[in-house]
């Protein structure tokens, strides 16, 4: 079943760097048990906050990345043959909710439709979980949290969150970092020196100013951070910036072409 199970403290928490009072929020809604929708683009760092915070509490994070065919059985659990007996498994969000931990949903609006209908009573003062398949209805353990992301940007009629789903959720906004927190966490992750580093996060601000115009999506810290581990490990700039940061943005050639210019003006 889709799902993985992340346990550490926060002594050993993913390097997060706050861009404001976000760790405060999420910090409040844990200890009230609020529903949290994360929205942003991809690669801004919605996966590590979460990652971060579930160490700083103390919590084991169940994460779901969703996709087309992940349906509300994936989460809640299915019968499985096991030994020549048919016996129940329980799916992440269900071994979240009986044990206290935070469930995240990454990229929610790409599941199918019959999941956001499992997340309604689990989000409002209810906090329970019916499975229909055994006749169950699990109440939230108190320290159960749900959290879930997706990329407003990529919303479409058919792919979106209908109101009466939103608004079950506090909501905190996410962007691409502002080019001074951006280069000491790209630093970080790559271990490139922040000299080295400034430039191709200038570059990365540049790209993500296409975005609607050449680009339908922005470069993202992720693959910021993946050039600068190329060139750290002696790959020449230009060879590293096309690899990370040109290729996995366009197929185009002409708009290819263009990116490189981009590349050439930052960098001479």
């Not at 609006?109 to 989000?123: G, I, Q, S, W, Y």
Request: aromatic content about 6%.
């Amino acid at each position: 079943m889709d799902g993985s199970l992340t346990m550490k403290g926060a002594a050993d928490a993913p390097f997060y760097l706050a861009q404001g009072d976000e760790c405060d929020v999420f910090a409040a809604a844990a200890r009230n048990g609020l529903p949290v929708l994360l929205k942003g683009p991809t690669g801004c760092g919605k996966t590590r906050f979460v990652a971060h915070m579930a160490a700083q509490l103390g919590r084991p994070l169940y994460t779901v990345a969703c996709h087309d065919d992940l349906s509300a059985a994936d989460l809640i659990g299915r019968y499985l043959l096991k030994g020549g007996e048919t016996v129940w498994v329980d799916g992440p969000l269900t071994r979240a909710v009986r044990e206290g931990a935070i469930c995240y949903l990454d990229e929610v609006v790409e599941a199918r439709k019959d999941v956001t209908v499992v997340l309604h009573p689990l989000t409002d003062d209810r906090r329970i979980l019916p499975i229909d398949r055994t006749g169950e209805e699990i109440e939230a353990h108190p320290d159960f949290l749900l959290v879930a992301s997706y990329n407003p940007g990529y919303q479409n009629i058919l792919k979106t969150l209908k109101p009466s789903t939103r608004q079950r959720f506090i909501a905190l906004e996410f962007d691409f970092p502002r080019a001074a927190h951006e280069i000491p966490v790209v630093a970080r992750e790559s271990g490139l020196s922040e000299d080295r580093v400034a430039p191709l996060v200038r570059l990365a601000g540049k790209l993500r100013g296409l975005k609607g115009q050449d680009l339908e999506e922005g470069v993202s810290t992720r693959l910021v951070v993946y050039a600068a581990t190329l060139i750290r490990q002696g790959m020449p700039v230009e060879r590293a910036v096309q690899t990370a940061m040109i290729e996995p943005l366009t197929d185009d050639p002409d708009v290819k072409s263009g990116l490189r210019d981009l590349v050439t003006a930052v960098f001479g």
